[in-house]
Structures are given as C-alpha cells and as structure tokens.
C-alpha cells in the first residue's frame, strides 16, 4: 500500500510518498518540483506512479507556493520567478541532508525531476550538485538565461521593468553559475530524459530540444539520454508522459 505522509524539513513543507512496506529503509529517492503558481499535491500522480515502482519520493512547496504562500500577488510571484528557482535549488542540499540523516537514501540513488518551473530547478542542479544520479526534465529548460531573457522581454512589453541594472546583473550572474545550457560538461552523462509539448506556447519546446541535439553527441551511453516530444501537446504533461518519467527511474535508479 502506498502511504502519503505531510512532512516538514527545515521549514519547507514537504509530501513523503512510499510504499508502505518500505518504511524506515534506505530507498531510492525521487525529488519532484511542481511548476510555476501550482503545489506539491498537483504532483500527486506521478509520486504515486514512481512509488509503485518502489522509489522513495518527496514533493516539496517551493517559495510563494502552497503552504508557503503568504498572498503574494500573481504578478509579484511572476517577478520572483528566479527567486523560487534559486530558492529551490539550495533547498535541494537540504533535503538530501535530511534524507541521508534519517538513513533513507539509498547510495547512488537520488533523482530530481519537476514540472516547468520544476523542471528548470532540474536542470540547474545537475550543474549545481554531481550528487544527482538521474534526472526528468518535463517541459522545463536547460537554457535559463535564455528563458531568463524571454521572461524580462514579456515584462517589458507589458510595462516598465521593475528592476534596476544593477538587480538584473546580478541575477545573471546567479543565473550563468547554474545554466546547463553553459556548463553541458557538468552532465558527466548522467541519466537525463526531457519531455516536452511540441506545441508548449509557454516554455518553448526548441530551447529543451536543440539542447537535446547539441548534447547528444557527448553521451557515448545513448541510453541515458532521452528526449519525447510529444506532437499536439501544449504546456500540460500528459499521463503517457508520466508513465515514461517513473520507467526512467525505475531503469535508472533501482
């Protein structure tokens, strides 16, 4: 039987998903980041999915979301966009730490994955954290300056920057040190799979894709390098996604 246990770490409420059987024993662990405005309960399905596999997983709140947000406005959260992603990607040491104290981590087997914002937070700890031994990137990017550029031109347009020279050098200085798409070499052909909709309007498929293509070539282990486009789909994974997502794992990590 699956069990779903609410569990705070370090102040960042978290939804502990395992097969019961399994409780107390050093598992493989899947970290799973939800995406921009949503919660970690939405991710529900897929935790349910890669526990029945036998992985350990852990649904974090991310800053400004579910029982961390304190009635941040859409278009403040929207600004702090990179905030929570940088936010995310410290709390990811700490949530191993936790993990390894308490003796439920299984040597070798720590996976991160996440939706969108999620999986922009994937991508960033792989530059950030050799510890990740496989990742799922689900219609994230890799290319966060990039996105970063993309995001400040749609803020632009609809208004007046909010931030000064000297705030936007510095986040693209905090952006560069964790930019997948600048540090490839950081991969050290680690387990990576990305899925994306061919039809994403809001995280575009070409940034995931022909980072996929330019990458590609430096994995002399083809299996551990996947990319899944899926034709039609717009910025919602779909169940089939899911289903590929929790066998990468299982392939992967157990």
């Known amino acids: 039987m699956i069990g779903i246990y609410q ?21 493989p662990v899947v970290i799973y980041y939800h995406g921009f ?14 526990a029945d596999k036998g992985c350990r997983v852990l649904l974090p709140d991310a800053l400004h979301h579910g029982e961390r947000s304190k009635g941040l406005s859409d278009d403040k959260r929207q600004l702090a966009f990179f905030e929570i992603v940088l936010k995310n990607i410290d709390e990811l040491g700490v949530l191993r730490q936790y993990l390894l104290q308490n003796k ?15 999986g922009i937070t994937t991508s960033a700890a792989l530059v950030k954290y050799p510890w990740v031994d496989a990742a799922a990137v689900m219609m994230g990017t890799p290319k966060l300056q990039a996105y970063a550029r993309q995001l400040l031109h749609y803020v632009e347009k609809n208004g007046q920057s909010p931030f000064t020279k000297e705030e936007l050098d510095h986040l693209f200085e905090k952006l560069a040190e964790i930019d997948l798409s600048a540090h490839m070499e950081s991969l050290y052909e680690r387990p990576l799979m990305f899925w994306h909709g061919e039809n994403d309007k809001v995280v575009p498929f070409e940034q995931s894709h022909s980072f996929y293509q330019t990458v590609e070539p430096a994995y002399t282990n083809k299996s551990n390098l996947q990319f899944i486009g899926e034709k039609g ?22």
């Open 233 to 254: 789909r717009e910025h919602k994974v779909s169940v089939p996604a899911m289903h590929r997502a929790a066998e990468w794992f299982e392939r992967h990590l157990l």
């Open 37 to 50: 405005t949503s919660a970690k309960e939405q991710n529900l399905p897929i935790a349910y999915m890669l």
């Open 104 to 118: 439920l981590l299984k040597d070798q087997g720590l996976g991160v994955a996440g939706t969108s914002m999620g």
């Open 7 to 27: 569990e705070p770490i370090e102040g960042i409420p978290c939804l502990h998903v395992v097969d019961q059987k399994y409780t107390g024993e050093e598992r």
